[in-house]
């Protein structure tokens, strides 16, 4: 929770803790990236520098937050709903006010600010996550990236939905796991 908003993770995790690879997600699973589709529509998402550019630009109908120590480096090619800021504090800050207006707006129902990787970022703001959106990948990659080792026991799996496995991805389970009231 910051300032009142609920804060998410959302994270595609193999059984190896695996998230990236290369720059890349070391998987080709469309579900998940429909599933992340669905889960951010509306929101504002905060991401490190290194997952901004494995976008192909900024993801559509949403706010896209980027975070760099050299935040007026970060090339958002004028792009509409890119913003790059260079503390954690100016990230949630820039997320809240999108939330209260989009809510405002009729655009979402609640507000619910994102946090979509890399590992760095999910570490830095797990105190904060109160709800994670976790697809577990039924594979165990080579991969450089991985989701930080955080304290799961706080939290509860309210749903956890199998995937339907199409040719040539892997198994996979949708979770929503939400941290238990203190
Ligand atoms: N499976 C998944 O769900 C998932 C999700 C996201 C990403 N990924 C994968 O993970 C990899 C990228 O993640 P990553 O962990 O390597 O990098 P990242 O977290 O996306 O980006 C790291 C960069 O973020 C900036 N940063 C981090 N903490 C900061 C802070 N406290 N204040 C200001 N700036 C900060 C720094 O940028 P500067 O160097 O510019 O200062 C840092 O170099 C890719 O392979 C991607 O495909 C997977």
Redesign the pocket.
């Known amino acids: 929770m910051h300032d009142g908003v609920r804060v998410s993770a959302?994270?595609?995790?193999?059984e190896n803790g695996?998230?990236?690879?290369?720059?890349?997600?070391?998987w080709h699973l469309p579900a998940?990236l429909r599933w992340?589709k669905r889960v951010t529509r509306g929101h504002a998402m905060i991401?490190?520098?290194?997952?901004?550019?494995?976008l192909p630009g900024p993801l559509p109908k949403r706010l896209n937050i980027?975070?760099?120590?050299?935040?007026h480096?970060?090339d958002t090619g004028g792009a509409e709903g890119v913003v790059a800021?260079?503390?954690?504090e100016a990230?949630l800050a820039a997320a809240a006010d999108w939330e209260r207006a989009a809510v405002a707006a009729g655009r979402i129902e609640s507000p619910e600010i994102m946090i979509?990787?890399?590992?760095?970022?999910?570490a830095?703001m797990w105190p904060w996550v109160d709800r994670f959106y976790r697809?577990r990948?039924a594979l165990a990659p080579a991969?450089?990236?991985y989701?930080p080792p955080v304290d799961l026991d706080d939290f509860a799996v309210m749903t956890a939905t199998p995937g339907v496995v199409a040719v040539g991805s892997p198994a996979h389970v949708f979770e929503v796991l939400e941290r238990r009231p203190a």
């Not at 979509?116 to 999910?122: A, E, F, K, P």
């Open positions: 959302v994270a595609a995790v193999a695996v998230i990236g690879a290369h720059g890349d997600l070391p998940d992340f991401m490190g520098r290194k997952t901004w550019q494995t980027v975070l760099s120590r050299r935040a480096e970060v800021v260079a503390t954690l990230a979509v990787g890399g590992s760095g970022i999910y830095v697809t990948i991969g450089d990236t989701f």
